[in-house]
């Protein structure tokens, strides 16, 4: 049976050009199909999920196969964010406690070819520093090595998945004020860099301005009755004796 490999979005795939090149030649109804793969995918709303469809071109009949959405996707989830960052050391988009690091490697845990869970933490975890996400307060590739160390083991084997509320309000309030702080480094670093370029263009501008006024002397025309230093030498300079016609 043929498969064909889509990327959905989770509980809200729509007809499109791309859908139905791949799912017209098949002959089926595209309108059931959709409408079978977001009653399927209606858990993961708001990401993107992977899906495949085996479709029997003789009966044409077909059966859907969820994935679990990647590691990226889950992350967003659970912290209700939009994208990862653009720039991961000037920009933090969040901060993930180590319990949900676990719920999202157990989720992920056959997929991602990890056989013990401490493993996939760590995979996780290595998301979250590409994306620009603490783990426990702490640069992703820190929390890593904490992992190494066996800071977390008890959470791990206990495959621990609930964050205490007062944990959380931690975590939140430390992000808060990391965002806040590193805002303000933005802006006074765009701020520098105006007030550099402004003072380059001040430069320049004096430069051709000092160039037009040496340009305007060195062609400036005698005022009447004035005699340029030329003409004044040759009035002086007495005729020669004897010069004959």
Known sequence: MPKIKLIVDGGNMKPGPAVAQQLGPMGIN???VISDINEATKGFIGMKVPVILDVNPATKEYSISVS???VSELLKKELKI???SGDKNKETVGNIAIEKVISIAKTKKSSLLDKELKAAVKSVIG????TGILVENKKANESSQDVDKG????EIEAEKTEVA????KK??????ELQAEELKKI???EAAAAAEEAAKAAKAAEGEEGKEGEEGKEGETPAEGEETEEASAEASTPPEEGKKE
């Open 82 to 84: 939009e994208k990862g």
């Open 165 to 168: 509320p007062e944990k959380q």
């Open 30 to 32: 595209m309108g059931k």
């Open 127 to 130: 998301t979250c520093q590409a």
């Open 68 to 70: 679990s959405p990647p």
């Open 151 to 154: 800071k977390y083991d008890k």
């Open 171 to 176: 975590l939140d309030k430390f992000l808060k």
């Open 187 to 189: 802006k006074a670093e």
